[in-house]
């Protein structure tokens, strides 16, 4: 377990973490681990933004005012990706907090590329 | 760290979001021609079903358009739920009426996707777009013209047959002033 650690932290780079996670990508594969809830998940392009529509579509303020004697638990289920999350409501707001960072992080890469190798200065 | 995110989209979650919504709009203007044709041909006026008939396809074909262009560049086109059609309408005029509305609504909507276009400097779907405000300017033109045709020939005894004979005879040249 610890020379997986090892490995995978060679080859790839954070892109945004909180106190309750990360979000690391690979070059190599082109794809992005995401460290949350327990778990390490690897997501391609099309799943991170499956994931990404999903944790933003819950209405969490709507979880907040609801008092119905029913679990504030939200089950994550992303179609055609092999993970799934079940999150409480702490862990909702965390894990957007993550995903935010994470969009706004790779938005900046994206405006860091065009400006130091695509737009000629 | 790469660019992986744009490597494989060209457009931006935003355009692509505009996109999809433009999508659902030219499905309702198809769904709300068709039903525009269906009551003309209810009510006797053959070659206005026949003008509503071709528009409701001319949507399809505009939808279809933003649809592959969305998955063209690399982006998750939505097939779209068209809901709340409506089916009855007051008056022969009321139809046209609200034939200019729904074309002037698209020209804006249009318009709004292009002003975010240029703020992001996406130049690509800007002239992806241009070739619709080409086609707005034919589309509305054709929705006023029809509409016009009522305040010169008047409902008044065979007013509304005549109106009908000319509603199919509404053509635009390529060009302004053809």
Same mark, same amino acid.
């Given at each position: 377990m610890q ?17 309750? &996670?990360?979000?690391?990508?690979? #070059? ?5 681990? !995401?460290?949350?809830? &327990?778990k ?6 099309r ?5 990404k ?5 819950i #209405? ?10 029913t679990?504030? !638990? ?11 999350y079940?999150?409480t ?11 935010e &960072?994470?969009f706004?992080?790779?938005s ?5 590329? #065009? ?7 | ?14 355009v692509?979001t505009? +996109?999809n919504?433009?999508?659902k ?11 525009m044709a269906? *009551?003309?041909d209810?009510?006797?006026f053959?070659n ?6 071709k528009q ?5 074909q505009?939808q279809?358009k ?9 982006g998750t086109?939505?097939?779209p ?9 007051n ?7 609200e034939?200019?509305?729904q ?7 249009i318009k709004?996707?292009?002003?975010r276009?240029?703020?992001e400097?996406d130049y ?6 241009n *070739?619709f ?5 034919e589309e509305?033109?054709?929705?006023r013209?029809? +509409?016009?045709?009522?305040?010169l020939?008047?409902e ?12 199919g ?7 302004a002033?053809?």
């Open positions: 020379n997986t650690t090892l490995e995978v932290s060679t080859h790839l780079a954070e892109v945004y973490s909180t106190v309750k &996670g990360a979000v690391y990508q690979s #070059d190599s594969e082109k794809c992005w681990y !995401v460290d949350f809830a &327990g390490m998940a690897k997501f391609d392009y799943n991170i933004l499956k994931l529509k999903a944790i933003y579509a #209405d969490i303020e709507e979880i907040l005012l609801n008092s119905s004697k679990a504030d !638990v939200e089950i994550v289920f992303i179609c055609a990706c092999e993970h799934c079940v999150l409501l702490l862990e909702i707001i965390s894990f957007k907090e993550l995903l &960072g994470t706004v992080m790779l900046l890469n994206q405006i860091l590329h #065009d400006r130091l190798y695509r737009i000629a200065a | 760290m790469k660019d992986i995110i744009r490597v494989k989209s060209l457009i931006s979650a935003d692509e505009l +996109l919504q433009q999508i709009k030219e499905a309702q203007s198809s769904s709300a021609y068709l039903s269906s *009551w003309c209810r009510n006797g053959d206005s079903a026949e003008y509503f008939f409701a396809e001319e949507e399809r505009h279809l933003f649809y592959r262009y969305v998955l063209d560049m690399g086109a939505l097939s739920e068209v809901t709340n059609v409506k089916i009855e309408y008056s022969f005029r009321e139809i046209f009426e034939a200019l509305d074309e002037i609504s698209v020209t804006q909507s709004n996707i292009a002003a276009c240029h703020k400097q690509v779907t800007v002239e992806f777009l *070739w405000f080409k086609e707005q300017r509305e033109y054709k929705a013209r029809a +509409l016009e045709l009522f305040d020939i008047g008044e005894g065979t007013g509304r047959w005549e109106i009908d004979k000319h509603v005879k509404i053509h635009y040249g390529n060009e002033g053809e």
